[in-house]
């Protein structure tokens, strides 16, 4: 009698279901479905970029944006590369950054465009990918960039701030894009690693296979490190020793308002870090310590869907030898949270920089015009 | 009296029919779930074929190691360090691929890596007489720290994590074994030897004689060590394979690769029909029923939550869990029969 109500139980719930997957269906016929693989699916930069895709973008152009749950490894972000293609989606925006080559030529062979929208791919996978018919191609900071904002900011703490003891948290070096933030960090401090300097720091530490050692840095400002790839514990050990030492800063290459923000924050310690312009960063910039972000804006994501809908309407955006693009793009910085409210309010969902009359004077461009596009400075005055 | 006979009969009928649908359930469900995922995908106008080829990769090396880990279960045993066996052999088969550029030698050395590892659990519990659910607790520590290490050692930063990631040339060659045809075979040879060992031979008899009662099976003379380390060594066996599966499929292993498996293989098998104390009723087809029962509930929650983003990822969860308690109760309706499993 109870498997007979049990079983009862799972054929009306599994007609409920259904019903609802046939609803849904006939209501999201017209849509154009777009896959966006993800590994973050808390942290204030995805939240951004995912309320500017689904919140602004889906409406204005009849879009639909698909999100995956978090992808922690190369076999689940094909997996779910695939569940994307299974689902009809026309194209794919990677921000999950899992073997990026193999779902360049996944998306490929299965005739679904495929874009990068966070992070840049190695130097290998892209040209491995270029010529691809399907690869779209990548909008981010490129390495130069990555140098250029990890320069500004030591610069800034160097000669406004006069820092002469600060902790410095590196972050997922040796991921190239934390590594170069860091040559140009200690770049603009003043300080080399292994006598190295500017980019010839990064060349130095893959010259040691990648081992990146805090104790070949010297200079005048004596730094107290912390890696990012160690177990939690150790993380927050090692940082709330370097807090005990109450040093003049706190400077990141990326991830400290993830981490550590309130910790920094209750310490009184000023700090500085490399993600977006959110509103929990604002306010760690009005009421904590966070005394400088360089960081993207959610809509900045805007020229990568313009790229997409343009593949998609069959007016591809391809380079002059017909391959995927990859472009870069900088980032905004703030110093004060006067600063960081301008960029804020530039850059809302409700009126993004990227709006639709932007996006629409994207779409169709040719390589050069949509080149020259996106290197434009849009950083409000 | 004839009708004392008349009733105990009625009585003994209508126990072997709930027997019987009890064992046919997770079947049952299998084909229900399986209907219902294609009335969604036809519903949703999705592509049906992609599907069910995602679907098979999903659920291939979750049936592997599940049905590996199937004789630890009938013990009455858990292995918590699947997950980190797979990982670490994945990873020493990948760094042998790379060197030799073998296919071969990318498959022996995960087997052979998987089943050593295996085997070092029920040695170690053995020698120290300890309870194997506990050794397996230490090796997950170990392999993952070791894996973690080579990886971090002999590969390269990509996003948040480190990954040792193939030559093209490798690739290539993963590429053209990575088809359902080649997967499906696999699975196939495994399972007939798995299912011959299991149903056609003393070692699966004197198993589920120990997982039902080990006290008895040791006073016939069954040892719980041997058959612990043969348990292991087929646990290891499929770890191997899904191993090697992984890094056909993925193309690179990263020091999160195979994460979810350990907990994966546990509610497959149980969504498969095993009992969980082992013994008697242990069915070594419940890995490859589960594995796929499982993946298609997912992936059905995930299609009919699909509008529901901000908290389908938890929802899907939480009626996994709700789904995974409903299938342990009407399952243990059948052991609770004061009578020993016939």
Same mark, same amino acid.
């Given at each position: 009698m109870k498997i007979s109500k049990f079983m009862k139980g799972t054929v009306a719930l599994a007609l409920a279901g259904v019903a609802l997957a046939a609803c849904s269906g006939e209501s999201t016929e017209k849509v154009v479905k777009v896959g966006v693989l993800v590994a973050d699916v808390s942290g204030e930069e995805a939240l951004g970029f995912k309320s500017y895709l689904q919140n602004y973008v889906a409406k204005q152009y009849n879009y639909e944006f698909i999100y995956s749950p978090q992808i922690e490894s190369a076999e689940q972000a094909k997996s779910q590369a695939e569940t994307f293609i299974g689902q009809n989606c026309k194209a794919i925006i990677d921000m999950?950054?899992?073997?990026r080559g193999d779902l360049a030529k996944l998306c490929n062979d299965n005739q679904v465009y495929f874009a990068i929208g966070s992070g840049m791919m190695s130097d290998e996978d892209f040209a491995a990918s270029k010529s691809l018919e399907y690869f779209v191609g990548q909008i981010g900071p490129n390495m130069t960039t990555e140098y250029e904002t990890g320069l500004a900011m030591g610069q800034y703490y160097k000669d406004a701030k006069n820092v002469t003891k600060i902790g410095v948290y590196g972050a997922f070096i040796p991921n190239p894009m934390h590594l170069y933030r860091m040559a140009g960090l200690l770049t603009g401090l003043g300080d080399t690693y292994k006598g190295a300097t500017g980019q010839n720091i990064v060349f130095t530490v893959f010259g040691d296979g990648a081992q990146f050692d805090a104790s070949n840095i010297a200079g005048d400002v004596a730094i107290d490190y912390c890696a990012g790839f160690d177990n939690e514990g150790a993380i927050f050990a090692t940082v709330g020793q370097i807090i005990a030492k109450n040093p003049d800063a706190f400077l990141s290459v990326g991830m400290t308002t993830t981490f550590f923000a309130d910790t920094l924050d209750g310490a009184g310690v000023e700090y500085s870090d490399i993600d977006s312009f959110t509103s929990a960063n604002g306010n760690h910039m009005k009421n904590g310590s966070l005394g400088y972000l360089a960081g993207k804006y959610s809509s900045s994501l805007g020229p990568v869907f313009a790229a997409i809908k343009s593949a998609i309407d069959g007016k591809a955006i391809r380079t002059e030898a017909g391959e995927a693009f990859s472009l870069s793009q900088g980032y905004w910085t703030a110093k004060s949270s006067e600063e960081f409210e301008k960029f804020q309010s530039a850059d809302s969902?409700?009126?993004?920089?990227?709006n639709k009359t932007l996006l629409d004077s994207l779409i169709g461009l040719s390589y050069t015009e949509f080149v020259n596009e996106v290197a434009k400075d849009r950083t409000p005055q | 009296m004839e009708e004392l006979a008349s009733r105990n009969k009625i009585k003994f009928d209508k126990y072997r029919l709930k027997k019987l649908v009890i064992a046919l359930l997770p079947l049952v469900a299998l084909i229900a779930l399986f209907v219902a995922y294609l009335i969604i995908l036809n519903a949703n106008d999705y592509n049906v074929s992609m599907n069910l080829k995602t679907l098979l990769n999903q659920s291939i090396v979750l049936i592997l190691v599940a049905t590996g880990a199937i004789f630890i279960f009938t013990l009455g045993q858990f292995d918590i360090s699947l997950g980190a066996n797979t990982l670490f052999a994945a990873v020493i088969g990948t760094l042998a691929y790379k060197a030799s550029g073998n296919i071969f030698v990318l498959f022996l050395v995960c087997i052979v890596v998987a089943v050593a590892c295996s085997l070092l659990n029920a040695v170690i519990a053995s020698i120290f007489h300890l309870p194997m659910f506990v050794t397996t607790i230490a090796m997950l520590s170990v392999l993952t720290a070791l894996a973690t290490f080579l990886i971090q050692s002999e590969g390269t930063a990509s996003g948040t994590s480190f990954s040792i990631t193939l030559p093209s040339n490798l690739v290539n060659d993963l590429s053209a074994i990575d088809t359902p045809a080649f997967k499906i075979s696999v699975v196939v040879i495994f399972m007939v030897l798995m299912i011959f060992i299991f149903n056609f031979t003393k070692v699966g008899r004197k198993m589920k004689f120990l997982g039902g009662n080990q006290n008895c099976a040791k006073l016939t003379g069954i040892s719980v060590s041997l058959f612990g380390i043969i348990a292991f060594a087929l646990a290891g066996l499929g770890a191997g394979l899904g191993s090697s599966m992984t890094v056909v499929y993925a193309h690179t292993v990263s020091?999160?690769?195979?994460?979810?498996i350990g907990m994966s293989v546990f509610i497959a098998i149980v969504f498969g %029909? @095993?009992?969980?104390? %082992? #013994?008697?009723?242990?069915?070594?087809y419940s890995a490859l029923i589960g594995g796929i029962s499982y993946n298609l509930m997912t992936n059905i929650l995930f299609i009919l939550f699909?509008? @529901?983003? #901000?908290?389908r990822d938890g929802l899907v969860q939480v009626i996994s869990g709700i789904f995974f308690l409903a299938i342990v109760f009407v399952a243990s309706i059948n052991y609770r029969s004061k009578n020993l499993p016939r």
């Amino acid at each position: 009698m109870k498997i007979s109500k049990f079983m009862k139980g799972t054929v009306a719930l599994a007609l409920a279901g259904v019903a609802l997957a046939a609803c849904s269906g006939e209501s999201t016929e017209k849509v154009v479905k777009v896959g966006v693989l993800v590994a973050d699916v808390s942290g204030e930069e995805a939240l951004g970029f995912k309320s500017y895709l689904q919140n602004y973008v889906a409406k204005q152009y009849n879009y639909e944006f698909i999100y995956s749950p978090q992808i922690e490894s190369a076999e689940q972000a094909k997996s779910q590369a695939e569940t994307f293609i299974g689902q009809n989606c026309k194209a794919i925006i990677d921000m999950a950054d899992k073997n990026r080559g193999d779902l360049a030529k996944l998306c490929n062979d299965n005739q679904v465009y495929f874009a990068i929208g966070s992070g840049m791919m190695s130097d290998e996978d892209f040209a491995a990918s270029k010529s691809l018919e399907y690869f779209v191609g990548q909008i981010g900071p490129n390495m130069t960039t990555e140098y250029e904002t990890g320069l500004a900011m030591g610069q800034y703490y160097k000669d406004a701030k006069n820092v002469t003891k600060i902790g410095v948290y590196g972050a997922f070096i040796p991921n190239p894009m934390h590594l170069y933030r860091m040559a140009g960090l200690l770049t603009g401090l003043g300080d080399t690693y292994k006598g190295a300097t500017g980019q010839n720091i990064v060349f130095t530490v893959f010259g040691d296979g990648a081992q990146f050692d805090a104790s070949n840095i010297a200079g005048d400002v004596a730094i107290d490190y912390c890696a990012g790839f160690d177990n939690e514990g150790a993380i927050f050990a090692t940082v709330g020793q370097i807090i005990a030492k109450n040093p003049d800063a706190f400077l990141s290459v990326g991830m400290t308002t993830t981490f550590f923000a309130d910790t920094l924050d209750g310490a009184g310690v000023e700090y500085s870090d490399i993600d977006s312009f959110t509103s929990a960063n604002g306010n760690h910039m009005k009421n904590g310590s966070l005394g400088y972000l360089a960081g993207k804006y959610s809509s900045s994501l805007g020229p990568v869907f313009a790229a997409i809908k343009s593949a998609i309407d069959g007016k591809a955006i391809r380079t002059e030898a017909g391959e995927a693009f990859s472009l870069s793009q900088g980032y905004w910085t703030a110093k004060s949270s006067e600063e960081f409210e301008k960029f804020q309010s530039a850059d809302s969902v409700e009126n993004p920089i990227f709006n639709k009359t932007l996006l629409d004077s994207l779409i169709g461009l040719s390589y050069t015009e949509f080149v020259n596009e996106v290197a434009k400075d849009r950083t409000p005055q | 009296m004839e009708e004392l006979a008349s009733r105990n009969k009625i009585k003994f009928d209508k126990y072997r029919l709930k027997k019987l649908v009890i064992a046919l359930l997770p079947l049952v469900a299998l084909i229900a779930l399986f209907v219902a995922y294609l009335i969604i995908l036809n519903a949703n106008d999705y592509n049906v074929s992609m599907n069910l080829k995602t679907l098979l990769n999903q659920s291939i090396v979750l049936i592997l190691v599940a049905t590996g880990a199937i004789f630890i279960f009938t013990l009455g045993q858990f292995d918590i360090s699947l997950g980190a066996n797979t990982l670490f052999a994945a990873v020493i088969g990948t760094l042998a691929y790379k060197a030799s550029g073998n296919i071969f030698v990318l498959f022996l050395v995960c087997i052979v890596v998987a089943v050593a590892c295996s085997l070092l659990n029920a040695v170690i519990a053995s020698i120290f007489h300890l309870p194997m659910f506990v050794t397996t607790i230490a090796m997950l520590s170990v392999l993952t720290a070791l894996a973690t290490f080579l990886i971090q050692s002999e590969g390269t930063a990509s996003g948040t994590s480190f990954s040792i990631t193939l030559p093209s040339n490798l690739v290539n060659d993963l590429s053209a074994i990575d088809t359902p045809a080649f997967k499906i075979s696999v699975v196939v040879i495994f399972m007939v030897l798995m299912i011959f060992i299991f149903n056609f031979t003393k070692v699966g008899r004197k198993m589920k004689f120990l997982g039902g009662n080990q006290n008895c099976a040791k006073l016939t003379g069954i040892s719980v060590s041997l058959f612990g380390i043969i348990a292991f060594a087929l646990a290891g066996l499929g770890a191997g394979l899904g191993s090697s599966m992984t890094v056909v499929y993925a193309h690179t292993v990263s020091t999160t690769t195979a994460s979810s498996i350990g907990m994966s293989v546990f509610i497959a098998i149980v969504f498969g %029909g @095993m009992p969980i104390n %082992g #013994g008697a009723r242990s069915r070594i087809y419940s890995a490859l029923i589960g594995g796929i029962s499982y993946n298609l509930m997912t992936n059905i929650l995930f299609i009919l939550f699909q509008s @529901m983003q #901000g908290v389908r990822d938890g929802l899907v969860q939480v009626i996994s869990g709700i789904f995974f308690l409903a299938i342990v109760f009407v399952a243990s309706i059948n052991y609770r029969s004061k009578n020993l499993p016939r």
